[in-house]
């Protein structure tokens, strides 16, 4: 973000503070119309600077010392602005209620909202938590994907085998694949894809999410509602009497849209869905200690896959190197003999970080007849299995991907270990 334009935020919150101490019914007004106070042209600019820059989120803060505002950016939170005035808090918090149609009156508990920013079709859909907490309220607001580009397969930062596996898995004529990982790990975005590679009018495909983050034309997609009692296993249950081809269960939560999932793909339908693992092996752990049945979970699952995202590498000013000391231990305990990489050093492109986007790390498990048997049986040592079938754990995706420059080994034990 060039200077005059940060600026020009910082001083439109120094011209929205000294409309805050004016005070009074008058100031509170104001902010429900969008041509009034300077605070509505400050929401709107935060809103607009943290798309440019790509943020996922952005977190409104109080301190002591007045208010910070921080972007999630490549999935790090940075600090963008820490000193604007105290007065704002309150009416800053206040706007963003208006535009989410919040309470701006309550103050003492948390609230959820949703803003459409802009018009037509480069609106973005943004979530708004407002959360009490000692100084007074923060606010998050989660930027969703909807006026973003829809990415295809060939996109995704699969290395040519992993991406083989997955799209012979997308072309299954049934079966339950499931994408596991942390939140922000790029999940959603994965099934988008593959649903855009099977989107076509001979198929019925459809979605039940929480929240929908993309508009997929040709797709019959289903928003959970937990006020009208449409939750997931509501959804799933009535996908059944909808003649569907391919569907796509945003999240398995609990035991009865796990059960109801794994039944609906046994049906001859092509299933995907998410859980919340850190391994593909621990999807099947997961999905059993919830109650499903094994025998029922070995005749439908086709293939868990579990991924996260790794900041890529600026390609203006990343630097070769080789590995030494503690990264060279985490090289041979992963089987890789080779030290040349690449490291982040900082540019005016990356805004000095080194990295530009992000990337994603796979590993993939397809179930064979062994795995299916220790699954229906409950052998103790499926992991074991896992190993025996030749699966390329993430963290080797990611070195694969850091010795080609890519990303960094650094960013690889960060995600996948937490820097071990």
């Not at 041509?35 to 042209?41: D, E, L, Q, S």
């Not at 600019?45 to 109080?62: G, K």
């Not at 289903?222 to 449409?230: A, D, G, L, S």
Request: aromatic share 6%; glycine share 8%; hydrophobic share 45%.
């Amino acid at each position: 973000m060039r200077g005059e334009e940060r600026g020009g935020v910082a001083a439109l919150a120094e011209q929205a503070a000294r409309g805050a101490a004016a005070g009074g019914r008058a100031a509170e007004a104001a902010l429900s119309s969008v041509k009034a106070a300077p605070v509505v042209a400050l929401a709107d600019a935060i809103i607009q600077e943290a798309l440019s820059m790509n943020a996922s989120d952005v977190h409104i803060e109080p301190t002591k010392a007045g208010l910070r505002v921080r972007y999630r950016i490549d999935g790090e939170l940075r600090v963008m602005y820490d000193n604007f005035p105290a007065r704002l808090k309150d009416v800053l918090a206040a706007r963003i209620k208006i535009m989410a149609k919040l309470d701006t009156t309550e103050r003492r508990v948390p609230q959820d909202g949703r803003i459409t920013f802009g018009d037509g079709e480069g609106a973005v859909d943004i979530r708004v938590s407002t959360m009490p907490v000692l100084l007074g309220e923060t606010v998050v607001l989660r930027l969703l994907s909807g006026a973003r580009r829809l990415l295809r397969l060939d996109e995704l930062g699969f290395s040519p085998e992993n991406r083989r596996t997955f799209e012979s898995w997308c072309h299954r004529p049934s079966g339950l694949i499931l994408n596991c990982g942390p939140v922000n790990s790029g999940k959603t975005t994965t099934l988008y894809a593959a649903l855009r590679e099977l989107n076509s009018a001979e198929k019925n495909i459809v979605t039940i999410e929480d929240p929908v983050e993309y508009f997929l034309p040709g797709i019959n997609q289903i928003q959970v509602n937990t006020e009208t009692k449409m939750t997931f296993a509501r959804g799933v249950r009535s996908l059944m009497r909808q003649d569907f081809d391919v569907g796509m269960v945003g999240e398995i939560r609990d035991e009865e849209t796990a059960e109801i999932a794994v039944r609906a793909a046994m049906t001859g339908r092509l299933l995907f869905s998410t859980l919340h693992t850190a391994s593909a092996a621990s999807a099947v752990f997961r999905l059993l200690d919830m109650g499903v049945k094994p025998y029922l979970l070995a005749a439908s699952l086709l293939g868990v896959m579990a991924q996260r995202l790794v900041r890529r590498l600026c390609p203006e000013c990343r630097e070769p190197y080789e590995a030494d000391g503690e990264e060279v231990r985490f090289l041979l305990a992963h089987g890789y003999e080779e030290r040349r990489f690449f490291r982040a050093r900082g540019c005016a492109q990356c805004r000095g970080t080194g990295y530009l986007g992000r990337l994603a790390i796979h590993e993939l498990l397809s179930l064979d007849a062994d795995m299916q048997r220790a699954i229906a049986e409950g052998i103790p040592d499926f992991e074991a299995l896992t190993k025996q079938a030749g699966m390329t754990p993430l963290a080797v995706d990611g070195i694969y991907k850091a010795a080609a420059g890519h990303t960094s080994l650094a960013e690889v034990r960060r995600v996948a270990y937490g820097g071990l």
